[in-house]
């Protein structure tokens, strides 16, 4: 046992880091501290990373993945965080992507995958609707068959970037005489169709990060059912389980810590650094214990996976410490700035005022707080995670 | 023992409370955040007409003679109902400084300006780097003849953008952290050298950074003995804790109202959220955050409309410690249990969790107030 790198894993990391040197995009540097990024700055990095057959990690190399091992991945989703790069969206890659490759048909996996690691089509995630949000079986958009088609209505809400989507992966009802479960289907909808209307909803940071997707009368091919009818659920299953562990952020959140500690140095609190505060430390040592406590069970998960172990009950293990985390991240980072946690950066640019008020990092403080707290509800929130685990690993 | 308010205090809770219902409801204060100005001029006007400024001044002020207690009383309605008008700072802060530091024309003169509700004032003690420390005063006061001259910046001063004059703290001697050497000047907001930068902050309210350069001010602004002021602000800082303590629990009470209403409306599984254990305990654990959060916020009150500054001191100490962790508490619960609708920006609930979230910063965070509290005795 051992958690040092090979020399070829160094290797492996000099080659990474050294290519994002060189190909990141200069505009998009320091984005980390943005939250104005478009939908062009989002794909740009993504397209550089897919020609070069990067921007797909974990997927097989039939369909375009780069063959890496864990240490690998690892150390890729270390090097892109490390640089603070845009992050690569998961709803493409790591979520309709592996349920396409392993559900969906030949046609399926050539139309939609390339597109998918080049970086030319957008998707958004249709599960959660507004009557079903954790209970997500209880959704009840309907799709009705009409020849080859599926005629699609209902409402689905807090779509993250559909405004942006050329696609989106749906759950659909497509029979209510049965256990909810397993009268599902999985459909892939191109979001120009006539009937769909994305309309925005407005977080409490002031961002417009999520949607609200209205369908109507949307004629949707079969032939973009992915997986059998009524059979969706157990796409949806899979893609959950996906959705998790990437959901941990471990190597964001060391990023977001170096960058804390960082301006715990140059935050003067009476007269002295705050990182000199005992009562500070105290606490940006803890989040990195636990950090690190983390980070090693995410390695045992994956190592796990190389063995052919998917990722089971343990990926709720991570979602949950995984986010919290990044919300105790956000959190001290407001503690730091103090007084000036307070100016709202949203309120005096829209007002032209072109100014940063109070120390680097202190403009959008408060706001990644307020935005954090999304990470123990969504993706399945921490107590539904809690139940998972009880139900599925101790068997309660 | 006696935790009962006057027929007085209730009659004014109850028009408050009115008040607010009828003209300060959500929508009305989102556009109020909104607007140009920042908040409800309007308002400021009717609070006035209601003898809120009067309420907790001495009579000498223009005021009726009321306490911290009345101020309580008003602070937790203005909590519930998301006031984002500047009373804390112009009534509580800058009434607390001139009724200690004042001289009898300064109190009978800025004192019915206050009370009147015709003029605002607006502390400007906190500098950056000093954080949550008073006495870090770097902004200079020097003499020049019978004027002084002063220099310096002033950090997040709420208030501000609406605020016709300023109390600004001012250093004429000892060294940048000292307790002696600090002074208090009122500033008109169009003295020359005087410049401010207005913004919105993340939970609605108006604050400015003020910059001072050269402001000449004569020696008739000086508010108290010179270089004698920090008593004056401490006991300030006290008194502005017991108010904030007061607002948020009117936060708290409200938040936890809304969650628990929410939880029992809100089906999943076939069955209100409400019926599941996990979210009761953690509605538990809000209710007992809010009964310890009245308890203090109602000591701090009595502390401070008392006469031992030492049992005020550490009950304000203890009241902010407490109010940051009961805040933190209902607010993280009160958005976990809204689930996706608790994130947005629609909903009431998000702007009770900010302003709880933000409290924690003002006059002193639970570590600052912590170790303050660890060293008295
Ligand atoms: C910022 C953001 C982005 C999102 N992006 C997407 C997206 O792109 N696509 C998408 O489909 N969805 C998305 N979601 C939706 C997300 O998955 C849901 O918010 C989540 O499933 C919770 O559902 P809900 O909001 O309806 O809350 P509810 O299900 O109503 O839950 C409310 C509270 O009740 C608790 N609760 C519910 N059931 C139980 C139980 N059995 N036991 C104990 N506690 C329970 C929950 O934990 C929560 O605290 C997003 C949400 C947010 C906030």
Known sequence: MKLTFTPEEIAFRDEIRAFIEQNYPQNLKGVGDREDLTKEDYLSWHRILGAKGWSTPAWPVEYGGPGWHATQKYIFGEELARAETVPVLPFGVNMVAPVIYTFGTPEQKARFLPAIQKGEEWWCQGYSEPGAGSDLAGLSTKAVRDGDFYIVNGQKTWTTLAQHADWGFFLVRTNSDCKPQEGISFLLIDMKSPGVEVRPIITMDGAHEVNEVWLTDVKVPVANRVFEENKGWTCAKFLLAHERTGIAQVARSKMGLKKLKKLATETISEGLPLAKDRDFKHKLSELEIDLRALEITELRVLANEQKGKGPGAESSILKINGSVIQQRITELFLEAVGPYGAPNPRAYKAEGGNFAIGPQGAPMAALNYFNVRKTSIFGGSNEIQRNIIAKLVLGL | ?377
């Open chain 2, 1 to 377: 023992m006696d935790f009962d308010f006057t027929d007085e205090q209730k009659m004014m809770r109850d028009g408050l409370s009115r008040l607010i219902a009828q003209k300060y409801t959500f929508e009305d204060r989102h556009k109020a955040v909104a607007s140009k100005t920042g908040w409800r001029p309007d308002l400021w006007a009717e609070f006035a007409e209601m003898g809120l400024m009067m309420a907790p001044l001495p009579e000498e002020m223009g005021g009726l003679s009321g306490d911290a207690i009345d101020a309580m009383i008003i602070m937790e309605e203005f909590g519930k109902g998301l006031v984002i008008e500047p009373y804390l700072q112009s009534v509580i802060c800058a009434g607390s400084l001139i009724r200690n530091a004042g001289n009898d024309t300064q109190k009978a003169e800025l004192g019915e300006k206050i009370t009147s509700g015709e003029a605002i004032f607006a502390p400007a003690i906190y500098e950056a780097e000093g954080r949550f420390n008073p006495a870090f005063v770097a902004t200079s006061a020097k003499k020049n003849g019978s004027d002084y001259l002063l220099n310096g910046n002033k950090a997040v001063v709420f208030g501000g953008p609406m605020s016709d004059s300023f109390i600004v703290s001012a250093r004429a001697s000892g060294a940048t952290s000292d307790e002696t050497g600090i002074s208090l000047f009122v500033v008109n907001k169009d003295q020359t050298g005087l410049t401010t930068q207005n913004y919105t902050t993340v939970d609605g309210l108006q604050a400015s950074e003020l910059f001072l350069e050269d402001v000449a001010v004569s020696g008739a602004s000086v508010l108290g003995e010179v270089g004698g002021a920090f008593a004056h602000i401490e006991q300030m800082r006290d008194h502005a804790i017991a108010a904030i303590c007061a607002e948020a629990v009117g936060l708290m009470t409200v938040a936890n109202a809304q969650t628990i209403e929410y939880a029992k409306t809100r089906k999943q599984f076939g069955v209100p959220i409400s019926s599941f254990q996990v979210l009761q305990h953690a509605m538990v654990n809000m209710l007992i955050a809010l009964e310890e959060a009245k308890s203090m916020a109602l000591l701090a009150a009595i502390e401070c409309a008392g006469d031992d500054a030492k049992a005020r001191a550490k009950a304000c100490a203890a009241a902010k410690v407490k109010i940051g962790q009961s805040a933190r508490i209902i607010g993280q619960n009160a958005i976990q249990i809204h689930g996706g609708m608790g994130m947005t920006n629609e909903l009431a609930i998000s702007h009770y969790f900010k302003r709880l979230t933000m409290i924690d910063a003002q006059f002193g965070n639970v570590d600052y107030h912590m170790r303050r509290y660890g060293e008295m005795d």
